[in-house]
């Protein structure tokens, strides 16, 4: 074979290379009803409960800074029981001032994102001080596990924002915001995120932020680049580290998603309705705090609400409770009209049948409550104590296979083939039709995990499960990563920072 022969024949081979489905999980739209769990008029009744909560028994407001914004707001403070009382008209005037629809920044344009009624984005499992994997076990979470989870939010489309995915305690807390937002930076360009851990790391991160994409401080003030979680404290209190939060991110324009934390029967009234009014109540007064210090900050109102094993008070999730209190969290979203975050999570100990169950039934509660944010939608094991690299997987394929349902679906005359029904005789089949010969590469979704062989086949290959499965993946994706193109001379420019801010002291968390 002569090398002008070879030649040809590569060329022709990779002529010939099959078409590949072409998908955009990037910018996804809910397309499922959304579905009510309570009537309009008892929606009603939730919030007039929640303001009167506000108004009569007040909430307790641990940071004197918050307290003064509420003052000068209008509120009642009690300053020797740290309580507020907030009037009607605050957070009427709140609501109206909060926008609807929040245009937010990442490191690359396509990666933007509109957080507004209506939109759908997803995030991994969060906040987690442990990492699992089936080749290295259950650990306390290191740096390497978080920018490898960093890493594989990158590569999966349908993750659209980083969360704080987990905690990596081989790095001290005064130098932990560092190596989060180097792995932010550095790995992904998208959505980051920012602890609210006290005003000198909030700000250090935001200088971070602010200079890694060429930013003026006018410009990084001008719209939202990062974001933040604010959980309150419930049952009725704001502590220190998440009001300063709130204030911090409102004077800088960026993006406060508040989340009450309400575990029915626990920190929240055993039922739905009562656990959901405490939770819009905390959540109503942290909202308010972010307009009394800018009108207009960003802001998004937000619900983490399930209920407890009542045998042993451990946190459940997947629950038809937690459903629940995502469908009526979406009636009250949409009540106030602020775009939201709802969640998803387990509680089982594995990657198993029932981590599976939960958490898929959560998204789906997320889904038909018409959630804009979802968190904790792939890799959450123990309530939040561990995230696993297995699962992380195998919920990606979930969420893909939602996002596939997101897609507009074709009826053109193309789609319903009139050819190939005339083609076919009856009794024939349409492996050969024209219209699937034509089609038959890029129809259908491809599956992440999913093994459709059958059972001999699968046999034949190793009787490999899903579990197993996913380790082979996320190793693949790992070891064939290449981060999206940065500028060495900035990437230079903020390994010099934390250098130097490190051997300054770095910044320890307030509390």
Not at 138 to 148: H, K
Not at 155 to 173: G, K, S, Y
Not at 312 to 331: D, N, R, Y
Not at 404 to 423: K, N, R, S, V
Request: charged share 20%; with cysteine; net charge negative.
């Amino acid at each position: 074979m002569t090398r002008g022969t070879r030649r040809r024949r590569g060329r022709e081979g990779a002529a010939a290379a099959p078409p590949k489905r072409k998908t955009d999980y990037r910018h996804l739209k809910n397309p499922f009803p959304q579905m009510a769990v309570f009537s309009e008029d008892r929606i009603y009744a939730i919030h007039e409960a929640a303001l009167d909560v506000l108004e009569r028994l007040g909430v307790k407001v641990l940071l004197p800074e918050a307290r003064a914004q509420f003052k000068a707001g209008g509120a009642t403070v009690d300053e020797t029981e740290e309580m507020v009382f907030l009037g009607r008209e605050m957070i009427e005037a709140a609501l109206a001032t909060a926008p609807k629809s929040i245009p937010v920044k990442a490191g690359h344009p396509d990666r933007d994102l509109t957080l507004e009624l209506g939109n759908l984005i997803f995030q991994p499992g969060a906040g987690a001080p442990h990492a699992t994997d089936l080749v290295r076990g259950r650990r306390p979470g290191t740096i390497q596990d978080y920018r490898e989870l960093t890493i594989l939010t990158q590569v999966f489309d349908v993750l659209h924002m980083v969360p704080p995915l987990i905690e990596p305690q081989d790095a001290p807390t005064h130098l932990r915001h560092y190596t989060t937002m180097e792995a932010q930076l550095t790995l992904t360009d998208k959505l980051p995120f920012v602890f609210s851990r006290g005003s000198p790391q909030v700000a250090q991160s935001f200088e971070m932020l602010r200079d890694f994409r060429g930013l003026s401080d006018a410009d990084f003030h001008a719209a939202p680049h990062c974001y933040t979680i604010i959980n309150t404290n419930s049952p009725r209190t704001l502590d220190i580290p998440m009001a300063q939060g709130l204030i911090d991110f409102a004077r800088a324009g960026q993006v406060s998603i508040v989340t009450p934390f309400t575990l029915m029967g626990a920190m929240a009234p055993i039922t739905v309705a009562g656990a959901m009014t405490l939770s819009h109540a905390e959540a109503l007064a942290a909202i308010t705090l972010t307009q009394l210090v800018k009108p207009g900050a960003p802001v998004c109102y937000g619900t983490f609400t399930s209920n407890v094993d009542m045998k042993s008070g451990a946190p459940a999730f997947g629950t038809p409770e937690h459903v629940k209190a995502s469908l009526a969290a979406g009636q009250l979203a949409r009540l106030v009209g602020l775009p939201w975050r709802c969640a998803s999570g387990s509680a089982a100990n594995i990657n198993d049948a029932q981590a599976a169950n939960e958490t898929q039934f959560g998204i789906w509660g997320c889904l038909l409550a018409g959630a804009t944010v979802v968190i904790h939608s792939a890799g959450w094991l123990e309530g939040g104590l561990t995230v696993s690299y297995e699962k992380l997987i195998t919920d990606l394929e979930v969420l893909q296979m939602v996002a596939e349902m997101c897609a507009e679906t074709q009826a053109g005359e193309a789609e319903i083939g009139l050819d190939a029904l005339a083609e076919v005789q009856p009794g024939g089949h349409f492996f050969a039709a024209g219209q699937t010969m034509e089609r038959y590469q890029t129809e259908f979704y491809e599956p992440l995990v999913a093994d459709w062989s059958n059972f001999g086949t699968w046999t034949e290959r190793g009787e490999i499960d899903a579990n197993h499965r996913a380790t082979g993946i996320w190793q693949e994706k790992l070891a064939r990563f290449t981060p999206p193109p940065m500028d060495p001379d900035r990437v230079a420019a903020l390994n010099e920072y934390i250098r130097i801010q490190s051997a300054a002291g770095g910044a320890p968390p307030e509390s």
